[in-house]
């Protein structure tokens, strides 16, 4: 049945939502325990559709047995890149970007520079591991570090579509585009209630 009083609502999935342990819970154990509950609940929601890039699709088969899933995943979830040579974006973003670089640049210096002194007061490995660790957040929490990343937002950007990522980097950055963005741990209560509204829409339409 028609569904004619929703606007199509355009959701762009990372793979976070099934295979990060720490935020797949809701849907499954496992990545395909994940996909195969979250088919049994979006399948009925016509008024949502699902996109995922092709590269981040690509990344999500590195975690799943392809022969456990579904044919309705593939139907279900559209691939599609993002238009790459045709999207505008503001140039401020260039400037923030250069300016975040730099920054963190600095951060790692100042951690680099940390550990060298501390070399000579405590053990080797241990200095090496917080070198590591301090390095690694100054470099790469918070920031795009792949061009998964940049599909995702990009494709978000493109078709006005909620973005579902738990990537601090991606959020960061998608919300200087304006892309609205929501945590994988609060995903299955949206589809829930999405569904619930569609429900109650099929209800009213058939009274009238």
Same mark, same amino acid.
């Given at each position: 049945?028609e569904h /004619?009083r929703?606007?199509?609502?355009?959701?762009v999935l990372?793979?976070?939502?099934?295979?990060?342990?720490?935020?797949?819970?809701?849907?499954g154990?496992?990545p395909?325990e994940?996909?195969e509950?979250f088919?049994?609940?979006? /399948?009925d929601i016509p008024?949502l559709e699902?996109?995922? &890039?092709?590269?981040?699709?690509q990344?999500?088969?590195?975690?799943?047995d392809e022969?456990k899933?579904?044919?309705?995943?593939?139907?279900?979830?559209?691939?599609k890149? &993002?238009k790459?040579?045709?999207?505008?974006?503001?140039?401020?973003?260039l400037?923030?970007l250069i300016?975040?670089?730099?920054?963190?640049? *600095?951060?790692?210096?100042?951690a680099a520079?940390k550990a060298?002194? *501390?070399?000579s007061?405590?053990?080797?490995?241990?200095v090496?591991?917080?070198?590591r660790r301090?390095y690694?957040?100054a470099l790469?929490?918070?920031?795009?570090?792949?061009?998964?990343?940049?599909?995702?937002?990009?494709?978000?950007f493109?078709?006005?579509a909620l973005?579902?990522?738990?990537?601090h980097?991606a959020i960061?950055w998608a919300?200087k585009?304006?892309?609205?963005?929501?945590? &994988? *741990?609060?995903?299955?209560?949206?589809?829930?209630s999405?569904?619930k509204?569609?429900?109650?829409?099929?209800?009213?339409?058939?009274?009238s």
């Open positions: 049945m /004619a929703y606007k199509k609502e355009k959701v990372d793979t976070s939502i099934f295979v990060n342990p720490d935020v797949r819970a809701d849907f154990d496992t395909t994940a996909i509950s088919i049994s609940i979006a /399948a008024a699902f996109y995922m &890039p092709p590269s981040i699709f990344e999500l088969l590195n975690f799943v022969k899933i579904s044919g309705d995943f593939l139907t279900l979830i559209r691939q890149p &993002p790459k040579h045709e999207l505008s974006t503001p140039a401020f973003l400037y923030e300016e975040d670089l730099r920054e963190r640049i *600095n951060k790692g210096l100042r520079e060298v002194r *501390n070399v007061k405590g053990d080797e490995k241990e090496i591991q917080t070198l301090n690694r957040e790469r929490e918070g920031i795009i570090d792949s061009k998964e990343d940049v599909d995702l937002i990009l494709l978000a493109e078709l006005d973005l579902v990522t738990i990537d980097g960061k919300e585009l304006g892309v609205r963005w929501l945590l &994988p *741990n609060r995903f299955k209560d949206y589809l829930v999405y569904r509204r569609c429900a109650a829409e099929v209800s009213e339409l058939e009274e």
